[in-house]
């Protein structure tokens, strides 16, 4: 039976193309593009982002756990997939069967893989992560050579690639400190060269280093927020602008909709929702929707944010609730119960995107678009 949808997202297959052939253009045909479906693809949805991805020329899917990996390989999808972050000692068995590319830096790991790939008589390939400065994952440059030897010993795995993330290239437009790691970077690779140690695919890149530094591009690039349609920062297209780049026309990918659920009159000096935040100053129309901070609307959007209704702004009034926000609708005359409401997105001639609302938040665009509740229905368009 088929049911309405009181909120959905609608996902742009034709934008998500378009955005990637943007990056392939920049990057070439000699060089793999990976993309970045981590986190549900950002909060587009996984599955079908990841099939809209390979056909529009993606070589690699980079995840983030075992978990989002499986869901890729049981959905029949058998390209590359490299899991970023990491992986339990206890499930490295699952990921080696399901031809699961895997990050590592723990001897640990390269201990319990080798036993796992002989019993298995099964190869793993293998992606090192190396530590050139944001001390997060990796490891450190003194260990590098040690840990690739010591992986060197099992014939069943193979170091396919060595990569490292930068730390600071989206928050400033100055670059010193991306400078300072990627020149780490290369000094590991002259020291893996060095010692005859072969590595086919180095990468570095994300979307940032991408669009800015040609020279982080190596054997493949990892595009993340860029393929959604979304800036990595302000900062990111005004380096772009003052390198005298040609900036990336990208699109955004994510359009984020409700129905309204009830129409409501209150009067003069009554008070809007939890708290008693909001009191209105005249006889005031409500519209109320179900969507709340449940679903990835952010509390802190209460009385600060807006909506689209046929094609106007529309107020948030009173504080964000767990599946309700309210909307003031006084101004905007037609509006009748269940009218398709737009929270990020166009309407006529107004936009809402998810960096004006992360604008409000004091947040980047990315937290707005992955903290989108996974259960939300997302429909391709």
Known sequence: ????????????????????????RLIGRKRKLLATVKANAYGHGILDVSKIALRAGTDWLGVHSLEEGLMLRKEGLSCPILVIGYVALEDLREAVLQDLRLTVYNFETIDRLAQICLELRKKVSLHVKIETGTYRQGIREENVLSFIKKVQESSELVIEGIFSHFANIEDTTDHPYARFQLENFKRIVQSLEENK???????????????????????????????????????????????????????????????????????????????????????????????????????????????????KRAPLRGRIAMDFIMVDITDIPGVELEDEVVLIGQDGDEVITADSLASLVGTINYEIVTRINPRIPRIVI
């Open 197 to 311: 140690i072969n590595v086919p695919v180095k990468h570095t890149a994300c979307t940032a280093a991408a669009i800015l530094f040609p020279e982080t591009y190596y054997d493949m690039v990892r595009v993340g927020i860029g393929m959604y349609g979304l800036w990595p920062s302000k900062e990111t297209y005004l380096s772009c602008l003052l390198q005298q780049r040609e900036p990336l026309h990208l699109r955004p990918v994510l359009s984020w909709k409700a129905r309204i659920a009830q129409i409501k009159k209150v009067p003069q000096g009554a008070f809007i929702g939890y708290g008693c935040t909001y009191r209105t100053t005249r006889e005031t129309v409500l519209a109320v929707l179900p969507i709340g901070y449940y679903d990835g609307y952010d509390r802190s959007l209460s009385n600060s944010s807006y909506v689209l209704v046929k094609g």
């Open 1 to 24: 039976m088929n049911k309405k949808l009181l909120h959905w997202v609608e996902i742009d297959s034709s934008a998500l193309i378009h955005n990637i052939h943007q990056f392939r």
